[in-house]
Structures are given as C-alpha cells and as structure tokens.
C-alpha cells in the first residue's frame, strides 16, 4: 500500500456507506407501506400521524447508524421502550413488524455485511419492545 492510499481519519459511517438518508427514507417508507396494511400493527399509528411516524423512525435511524443528531436535538433521547410502553407489543406484534422491516431491508439491495449489520440490529430492537405476551387485545 502507498502512503496515499493509507486512510486518513476514521471511516465513513455505517450511514454514509449504505447511501445516507436516501436510503434510510427508503427503507422506513416501505416499511410503512406495509405497517398501512397490516390489521394488528396500523391500530398503533394515529391516522393523522403517519407522516410523523415516518420522520421519527427514520431520523432515529439516521442517527443511529452515524447520520446528523437530527433525532435527538428534537425528542431528546430516544429511550425506545418508554417510548413503546403505552402501545401492546407481544410477540405477534413483533413478528409483525420485522416481516414488514424484512420486506423493506430486501428492497434495499444492501451488501450482504451492510445488510447482516442493520438486520441483526432491528431484530435486537424489535425483541426488546415486546412488553406483553398476553394475545392482541
């Protein structure tokens, strides 16, 4: 390796490498194209804040995975299941979710260590939201 070919500084972030926000609107765009269908999840979302939905689940990606701070400059910290708390997540629920984030992840076309990465982490996500196993109410 030359010296000019030896990196300088510390690598592009996870959100840069799989294509920036482009992508992370993709991803969460479809994935609520899915949640718009889906008779146990849809009930969660307001009717009049779906848009809304959109933006937060994205800007917490974003951020998460090295994008801009845009999340917690506006919601403070995330804390996810305090967040989720008032909403019945069960394992139903959760299957749910990541068989619509499942639909949205293939559509992306990642490289399979890019797409390893963010899947293993929205599964982690998604087990810990659950806080009930009684069935739907």
Known sequence: ?????????????????????ATFEKLVRRFYEGIREDEVLRPMYPDDDLEGAVWRLTAFLEQYWGGPTTYSEQRGH???????????VNPEARDRWLAHMRVAVD??????MHEAALWEYLER?????????????
């Open 1 to 21: 390796m030359s010296p000019s070919s030896i990196p300088v500084g510390p690598p592009d972030p996870f959100f840069e490498q799989v294509g920036g926000h």
């Open 78 to 88: 995330p804390r996810l299941r305090m967040r989720h708390a008032s909403f019945h």
């Open 107 to 112: 559509e992306l076309e990642l490289s399979p």
């Open 125 to 137: 996500a998604a087990h810990a939201m659950v806080n009930t196993f009684e069935e739907t109410p």
